[in-house]
């Protein structure tokens, strides 16, 4: 996958695990599309650059965005 592309699918992916895990988030829209390309590192370069790309790049989107809501309530 492209870095482009990673990027493109990392703020999109950012952007939508915002959506579904609403709450106490990363603030602001450059630590959610961070959260979110790490999430695309993780969930999306086993499925490359298609739509199952995308869909495994907000898995991972949400579980790092998950991960990262339990580790900033116990700081």
């Known amino acids: 996958m ?10 999109m992916a950012g952007g939508l ?6 709450g106490k988030c990363p603030d602001g829209w450059a630590p959610t ?3 979110g390309v790490a999430g ?3 969930g999306g370069l086993p499925f490359g650059g298609n739509p ?3 869909v495994g ?9 998950y991960a ?6 116990k700081q």
């Not at 492209?2 to 703020?11: E, N, R, T, Y």
């Open 57 to 65: 790049s907000v898995i991972g989107a949400v579980a790092v965005l």
């Open 40 to 42: 695309s590192v993780v």
């Open 17 to 22: 695990a915002k959506w579904i895990l609403p």
């Open 52 to 54: 199952a790309g995308l």
């Open 33 to 35: 599309i961070g959260l």
């Open 2 to 11: 492209s870095l482009v592309l990673l990027l493109l699918f990392g703020a």
């Open 68 to 73: 990262y809501s339990i580790w900033s309530a």
